[in-house]
């Protein structure tokens, strides 16, 4: 069994590789619905301050024009977030009021040494030449729907159950995880401390991904 890893060595490796989005250092915390992928953004985020560097934080479920726009987003965040980024100029995006079922207030986003975006696709195909990494956080279907329901509510089973059957379907079709660079185990069975570490998981045939 591989050793837990620190964030403070990943926001390390992160800073000491060139931006990709412009001045922007892109990193892409994807996989599927109650994997631990905030709890992963969370600690990475908290890492690169840490270590100096202007972070941003970007949510997906934010971006979403409700249920339906897992993948569809995608033109309009790129348009007012990504785009500007590339040529180093601040963006923005309104958030999404999923009680109000519709959008909010604007967020503003400073142009970043690190922009850690977490959420369902957001490690897609079209975005990975301007990605410094990409992560994908894994863990048992079982496990994950606990979480989910645990999260939202028992009584948006029916629509979490629709969203894990587009989110298998994304992820066959754009091949996320094996284009990953760091795969990671959000179920973790060794004693780690979330604040501070993350476990990688190693595949079967024991490649772990590259950082």
């Known amino acids: 069994m591989n050793p837990p890893e620190k964030f403070a060595e990943l926001a390390a490796k992160v800073l000491a590789k060139p931006a990709k989005l412009g001045p922007v250092r892109l990193v892409a915390v994807d996989g ?61 995006y309104r958030r999404y009021d999923w009680h109000a079922a519709r959008f909010a207030e604007p967020v503003p986003v400073p142009v970043p040494d690190a922009l850690v975006v977490e959420g369902v696709t957001c490690a897609r195909a079209v975005i990975r030449p301007e990605l410094t990494l990409s992560v994908f956080v894994t863990a048992p279907r079982e ?6 329901l645990q999260r939202d509510g028992e009584k948006l089973e029916p629509q979490l ?6 989110e ?15 795969p990671v ?15 990688r998981q190693v595949p079967a045939g024991g490649r772990s991904g590259e950082q």
């Open 32 to 92: 599927p619905s109650g994997s631990g992928k905030s709890t992963f953004a969370d600690g990475l985020g908290r890492a690169l301050r840490d270590a100096g560097a202007t972070t941003v934080e970007i949510h997906t479920d934010d971006l979403l024009d409700g249920w339906a726009d897992m993948v569809t987003f995608w033109p309009r965040f790129d348009h007012d977030v990504l785009d500007k980024l590339r040529n180093g100029q601040p963006g923005s």
């Open 143 to 148: 496990v994950r729907l606990t979480r989910a």
């Open 161 to 166: 159950l629709r969203w894990f059957a587009d």
């Open 168 to 182: 298998e379907l994304h992820f066959a079709a754009d091949r996320t995880a094996d284009h990953a660079d760091l």
């Open 185 to 199: 185990n959000g179920a973790p069975d060794v004693p780690l401390d979330p604040i501070d570490e993350y476990l």
